[in-house]
């Protein structure tokens, strides 16, 4: 069964910054992408980022300058850096992948981000 483990989550100021990870059970290449996602309270799930398995990647307008997804394929694992926070980005962050092999759309537990002013 594919796991994907999120870590980093944590509470900032303003203009601060974090790391998360999420950790694949799988080898990275066994999806065709994967990505961040984020909910806050009362409002729609949301693509914050994403990285294809041949690397390119998209970004949520709003997050586009700030943060920066990128992966290490030896550890199986997937980082979103979240440089000059803001308050607007406190939610609860999921990773998500499209499982390849074996094909799939998984989501980790996630991890709450929460950013103060």
């Known amino acids: 069964q594919v796991q994907l483990m999120e870590s980093g989550g944590g509470l900032v100021q303003a203009g601060g910054s974090l790391r998360l990870s999420c950790a694949a059970s799988?080898?990275?290449?066994?999806?065709?992408?994967m990505g961040w996602y984020r909910q806050a309270p009362g409002k729609q799930r949301e693509l914050v980022a994403r990285?294809?398995?041949?690397?390119?990647?998209n970004y949520a307008d709003s997050v586009k300058g700030r943060f920066t997804i990128s992966r290490d394929s030896a550890k199986n694992t997937v980082y979103l850096q979240m440089n000059s926070l803001k308050p607007e980005d406190t939610a609860a962050y999921y990773c998500?992948?499209?499982?390849?092999?074996?094909?799939?759309?998984?989501w980790g537990q996630g991890t709450q981000v929460t950013v103060s002013s």
């Open positions: 998500n992948a499209d499982g390849r092999r074996p094909p799939g759309d998984y």
């Open positions: 799988l080898g990275i290449f066994s999806f065709n992408s």
């Open positions: 990285i294809s398995i041949g690397g390119s990647t």
